[in-house]
């Protein structure tokens, strides 16, 4: 089936893929004017090795990108977030305080191509466990 869009918010996509997993990605980015999408901005892989229940996220349109998962209310896990094109990246997860990005990430592979950057900012909120 794939990943899905469950809903658009205000500022933030949220997708899921229900046939396999009840883990739900939320994303934003800086540009408050447009949402991204689902699959030319960001694509997401639930049916990898582990993706069930930590899905991977590839980051495709540079940007300031906010990433949660979730599974229910409570935080979720993270496979791997990546982003290898050529345009510049910053990564927060969640925004801090009680508001957490995941429990874990497994990986983290920011690294674009050409003379672009790549970051991880805060404040990034792992729970942990």
């Known amino acids: ?35 991204p999408e689902l699959p030319f901005d960001f694509a997401l892989d639930y049916n990898c090795a582990g993706c069930d229940t930590a899905p991977d996220i590839e980051l495709k349109t540079g940007a300031v990108w906010t990433i949660r998962s979730r599974n229910g209310d409570v935080p979720a896990d993270i496979g791997a977030i990546t982003s290898p094109y050529a345009d510049d990246f910053t990564v927060q997860l969640g925004t801090g305080a009680s508001d957490w990005g995941a429990i874990n990430v497994k990986r983290v592979d920011l690294n674009p191509t050409g003379d672009h950057f790549s970051s991880l900012t805060g404040p990034s909120a792992l729970a942990g466990g």
């Open 1 to 35: 089936m794939g990943a899905r869009v469950l809903f658009p918010g205000a500022e933030q996509v949220c997708c899921c893929d229900p046939s396999v997993s009840n883990t739900t990605i939320c994303v934003e980015w800086d540009n408050p004017l447009i949402l």
